[in-house]
């Protein structure tokens, strides 16, 4: 049968792989590529958050600070003692640290501008409170610096400082709403990649499979198939282009080992036919010149009995020299066993009674050894004939009043079959390997006897021996499996 060929384009096998791995590289990247900008994200929404938070806290602490040095000035103006101008001036220096630290911090213009009017409300509180602690001018400097506090903190600091935190607020609002956004895209982004790969490697896989799996299972089965004789066998060339070539390259083999077989058997039927000539115009001579001396023999005045016993004479001249045409023809023509359960005992018994004629006249004893129940997977016609020829050959090799045994025998997985005489023994020791018919001792033999038995035995997957026994004669045993598939597994 001709292969199934694929039609789609073929590619390599480096080269499916390569991509594959590639996409996967770029699925992993991608992966890398987003836990990156996520990590990124949340590390700047993390700094920003702190920064904001110290922010806060710091702007809580200068607020808290200008109020306790306000009310330090009002104190001081009432009691104008060392100790309280002191404290004042002590909160002067913090507070310049305070707003140096607070500084450094701002990110953009709108807390710049609110801290800058934060300083600035707290350099004209401070202004102006300095004047009256240093002059004492007025008598009531207390409420100046009371009225100073009230416009300069209370409500140019406060204004500034409520600028501030509303600004760090909304910042710190902004923060989290985009801390929510990426995890709320994470939770949706990050599968996206990890499924892709996910189905990446499935259809890798499918494809490998396909492409390359599928075809080299293939390959292997076609190589079984032809290793057991079936050269017709042909392997779909597919899958890449490794595969494809591997493919090509075992059809064409097939095809060469078919052809190669075909003519091996060519030459070994014509052999076989070149062997055959020889003996056919051997034993075709013999019988016809038998039929010619009977007829010869023969005359008009002969009376009833003689010319019966003529004619008796000429039929079985006849009918012995069609027995061997057809033997010969049976042998040439191929044959396919048809398996079936065979009765080794019931196959015996009735291989005795078709011979028992031959036996009779020859005063032989045919006896029958069998266990009993035992059975086999054959083809019963060709293994009676088989087994038919082998003891016409042990019958017309035994002598008078000799005994022919037929044996029956399981040996492990199979059956031994042992056609035993007690003759001269076997002129010539049989080749197994021979193709054609072999030599023969009898007037009649056409020498196809021991061959069609091996072909027999062959077409069984068994073995043929021969063996001389020391109490002379010939020994013939035929090992068969006794399951077909069991032999064929092997």
């Not at 409170?129 to 240093?134: A, E, F, G, Q």
């Not at 003529?310 to 396919?336: M, N």
């Not at 021979?434 to 006897?449: A, N, R």
């Amino acid at each position: 049968m001709p292969p199934a060929i694929d039609r789609a384009p073929s590619v390599r096998l480096g080269q499916v792989l390569l991509r594959q791995h590639l996409w996967l590289l770029g699925m992993l990247l991608l992966t890398a590529a987003l836990g990156g900008a996520w990590i990124h994200t949340w590390q700047q929404a993390s700094a920003e958050s702190l920064r904001i938070n110290a922010m806060m806290r710091e702007a809580q602490r200068l607020y808290r600070d200008v109020y306790r040095q306000a009310r330090e000035a009002v104190i001081a103006s009432q009691a104008p003692d060392a100790l309280s101008v002191t404290q004042y001036w002590e909160h002067v220096y913090d507070m310049d640290a305070r707003f140096a630290r607070l500084e450094q911090q701002l990110r953009g213009d709108g807390e710049q501008n609110a801290v800058a009017g934060m300083r600035h409300a707290y350099g004209m509180m401070q202004t102006q409170i300095n004047v009256l602690l240093t002059e004492r001018t007025h008598v009531d400097s207390y409420k100046l610096i009371d009225a100073a506090v009230e416009r300069w903190v209370n409500e140019a600091f406060a204004d500034a400082y409520s600028s501030l935190t509303r600004i760090l607020d909304e910042r710190n609002e902004a923060v989290s709403t985009r801390l929510h956004r990426w995890n709320r895209w994470a939770s949706w982004i990050f599968p996206v990649p990890v499924a892709a790969s996910i189905l990446l490697v499935v259809l890798a896989h499918r494809r490998l499979k396909r492409i390359f799996s599928v075809p080299m299972q293939s390959l292997s089965e076609g190589a079984i198939a032809m290793s057991h004789g079936d050269l017709d066998h042909r392997v779909p060339e597919s899958g890449v282009t490794e595969t494809r070539s591997l493919a090509a390259s075992i059809n064409r083999m097939a095809g060469d080992l078919s052809q190669a077989r075909e003519l091996l058997l060519e030459r070994e039927r014509q052999s076989s036919l070149e062997r055959l000539v020889p003996i056919v115009a051997h034993n075709i001579r013999n019988p016809l010149a038998s039929i010619r001396a009977i007829a010869q023999a023969s005359h008009p005045d002969d009376d009833t009995g003689e010319r019966e016993e003529s004619r008796q004479a000429i039929i079985s001249t006849v009918d012995r020299l069609e027995r061997w045409t057809a033997s010969l023809l049976g042998y040439l023509h191929p044959f396919q066993p048809r398996m079936g359960v065979v009765d080794t005992q019931h196959l015996l018994n009735e291989l005795r009674t078709l011979t028992q004629p031959q036996a009779a006249s020859r005063n032989v004893d045919i006896r029958v050894e069998s266990q009993d129940d035992l059975v086999l997977q054959a083809d019963a016609q060709l293994l009676e004939q088989a087994l038919h020829g082998l003891l016409i050959n042990a019958l017309e090799a035994s002598p008078t009043g000799a005994t022919v045994t037929l044996v029956a025998r399981q040996d492990g997985d199979r059956v031994a079959f042992h056609v035993i005489d007690h003759g001269p023994g076997i002129a010539f020791q049989p080749d197994v390997h021979q193709q054609g018919p072999g030599p023969s001792t009898k007037t009649h033999g056409t020498g196809i006897g021991i061959p069609f038995a091996l072909r027999v035995c062959q077409a069984h997957r068994g073995q043929m021996h021969f063996a001389t026994p020391a109490k002379g004669g010939t020994r013939v045993t035929l090992l068969l499996p006794r399951s077909q598939q069991a032999a064929a597994d092997e």
